[in-house]
């Protein structure tokens, strides 16, 4: 059974950091890409960064490009998204998806970030 | 990139058959196979119902099916249930290698 659990998620000032971590079971990791993807309370859902397999392609969406770093660890199966120069707008709750066929076929249950003063 | 365009909320009685449109552009949905749609129940994660534009996966039921023309990717529930009653995102791969969401569609089991 393919199962993602999401940690690291906490209550951060503005300006802050914070690094959100991803533990994969079931599949053979290393066969896929992995995606985070957020949602602010009562809102949408935003794609916000992507890592493909072997971690030779790296994508991130505007809205967070320069200020959070995706990584994997293929001998550990996680993947991990470190947060940095967080805003109030950054406030949600953060999913972690396996990748299949240019889709997010699996998610975790999620972690909430709020950043407030 | 822009999100994509769905209708806020759709609705139907029990049995009936409603249609959720997603327009993107030439950049995104028009370009691409690449439409995915998920569905999220209040409260849980969201949950993956159609994969390149009209696949269902494995444990999908058949009711859900995807479509597309031109720059404007649909999903048809048909014979709605009650517990299809949740909110529905689309999703499409673009041209800038990202990855961009519908602003999401609730629908309402009447």
Partial sequence: ?117 | QSALTQPPSVSGSPGQSVAISCTGTRSDVGRYNHVSWYQQPPGSAPRLLIVEVSRRPSGVPDRFSGSKSGNTASLTISGLQPEDEADYYCSSFTDTTTWVFGGGTKVTVL
Avoid at chain 1, 65 to 85: C, E, H, P
Avoid at chain 1, 93 to 104: E, G, L, T, V
Wanted: charged share 20%; glycine share 10%.
């Fill in chain 1, 1 to 117: 059974e393919v199962q993602l659990v999401e940690s690291g998620g906490a209550l951060v000032q503005p300006g802050g950091s914070l690094r959100l971590s991803c533990a994969a079971s079931g599949f053979i990791f290393d066969r896929h890409g992995m995606n985070w993807v957020r949602q602010a309370p009562g809102k949408g859902l935003e794609w916000i960064a992507h890592i493909s397999d072997k971690s030779l392609s790296i994508y991130y969406a505007d809205s967070v490009k320069g200020r959070f770093t995706i990584s994997r660890d293929n001998a550990r199966n996680s993947v991990s998204l470190q947060m940095n120069s967080l805003r109030v707008e950054d406030t949600a709750i953060y999913y972690c998806a396996r990748d299949n066929y240019w889709a997010s076929d699996y998610w975790g249950r999620g972690t909430m970030v709020t950043v407030s003063s």
